[in-house]
């Protein structure tokens, strides 16, 4: 006869889970992330992934220089026990400078996650988590469909607008910075 053991899980604080960074507790270039207090490996980074974020990064960042900050594979504090690491934020400029402080959900004007692996993970619980924080406006790239799903107006748990685009011509604008408009023809280069 089986005996069924409950077991509970040990959640973490982003306070803890820095201090294991610290500690060296983590492998170099291993790619965690704290949700809901758990440490969550996320998925290796593909040769797509890679390069759809570099074209990312290179479109958005000179029409935002000065405007903005793009912040490339770093945390974001969205609770004390959650700090996701998306692919880029575009974050607010600030007059207290980030090297002083962490980045804060208030700080996102959008984020962007590129999806090769990850995609069902991406519009269900980061959805979640970026819509509760009332993160503004969330994208995610599909490497795979070479689309762009852009998530805004965060609503409860969800977003209440969502647009698929697709197709090369297609065109996606930042809500924040309406003039910065990318082509997913560029995108997907």
Known sequence: ??????????????????????????????????????????????????????????????????????????????????????????????AVPLKDRDVYADDVVCVIEVSETSLRYDRTTKVRLYAESLIPEYWIVDCTSENVEVYRTPQGAGYRDLERLVGGAATVSLQAFPDVSLRLAEIFA
């Open 1 to 94: 006869m089986a005996i069924e053991v409950e077991t509970a899980r040990r959640r973490f604080t982003r306070e803890e889970y820095h201090r294991m960074a610290e500690a060296g507790i983590f492998r170099p270039r291993e790619r965690v992330e704290l949700i809901r207090g758990e440490i969550l490996e996320m998925s290796p980074i593909g040769r797509r992934h890679r390069a759809f974020n570099d074209n990312l990064v290179a479109l958005l960042v000179p029409p935002l220089l000065g405007r903005a900050i793009v912040s490339v594979a770093s945390g974001v504090a969205l609770s004390d026990d959650t700090e996701p690491e998306p692919d880029i934020k575009i974050l607010r400029r600030s």
